[in-house]
């Protein structure tokens, strides 16, 4: 099998495990934006395939679920998600995975600067999906952070844990295999 070859079918199934954890989410009663594990399948894509490669897997994901495939958060999809309450954060999500791409290359996958790189690419796509759910939902920018934000700063560090911790291993097989 090429290198092309290799590379683009990386990068199907990384957005393929995006598309399978992207709708699995969990409403919550007091904020539009549910927990999802969009977030942990867009860590796991940039730390196995980089920032290039990963940011591509998670725009494909992105495209599916703007044509309508249900991809989205709930199993829901189209343009009406995009512009909804939740789509900044999805739209933040592109540079969250540039951002932590951008760490784990340029420091190959060094724990500490991963995650510090998560975190600043997570807290851009914070503040992406605060700004437009503060819009959308006409709310101030104080209560679109407490409804946004607040609520999933615990969760995703144990995403970004999990990431860390899972995909450090399969780096390094999928590196081993010659396959990245």
Not at 114 to 127: D, I, L, N, P
Request: hydrophobic share 55%; aromatic share 12%.
């Amino acid at each position: 099998m090429n290198t092309r070859t290799k590379e683009i079918t990386l990068i199907g199934l990384m957005a393929a495990l995006t598309c399978i954890a992207g709708p699995l989410s969990l409403p919550l009663p007091f904020s539009p934006v549910p927990i999802s594990l969009t977030n942990l399948a867009v860590y796991f894509s940039v730390y196995i395939l980089g920032m290039r490669r990963g940011t591509i897997s998670y725009l494909v994901y992105l495209l599916l679920g703007l044509a309508g495939l249900p991809v989205f958060s709930a199993f829901t999809g189209g343009p009406a998600k995009l512009f909804g309450p939740t789509g900044g954060y999805l739209i933040g999500f592109i540079f969250m995975a540039l951002i932590c791409g951008y760490c784990i290359d340029r420091w190959n996958g060094q724990i500490g600067i991963s995650f510090t790189g998560m975190v600043a690419g997570t807290a851009v796509a914070y503040a992406f999906g605060t700004v437009w759910l503060a819009y959308q939902a006409d709310l101030s920018i104080g209560a679109a952070l407490a409804a946004g934000v607040l609520p999933f700063i615990a969760g995703d560090l144990a995403k970004m844990a999990l990431t860390l911790l899972v995909g450090s291993q399969v780096r390094a097989r999928v590196r081993k295999a010659a396959l990245n």
